[in-house]
């Protein structure tokens, strides 16, 4: 009755985090680049004007990067054939 580990599925994490961090990634990048714009007009339409913070272009590379670094590295380890 003990739980036994099936080897041919994959487990949760590994299987998950980087479609996670992707989506993270696109959504940081779509708020980043419509929202505040969005709500800037709106506001200033409304007859409030407000600046909305947006991240700094800097932070958002250095994310992009990152990102685009781990997406590599894993493509190098499949064609290499150490990963799975």
């Known amino acids: 009755m003990g739980a036994t580990a099936n080897p041919s599925q994959p487990a949760a994490l590994p299987a998950c985090w980087r479609p996670a961090v992707g989506f993270a990634v696109a959504f940081v990048i779509a708020f ?15 007859g409030h004007p407000t600046v909305c913070p947006q991240l700094s272009l800097v932070d958002l590379g250095t994310l992009i990067g990152a990102v685009l670094t781990l997406m590599g590295m894993r493509t190098y380890e499949k064609q290499q054939g150490i990963a799975s």
């Open 32 to 46: 980043n680049f419509t929202v505040p714009p969005v709500l800037t007009w709106l506001s200033a339409v409304l």
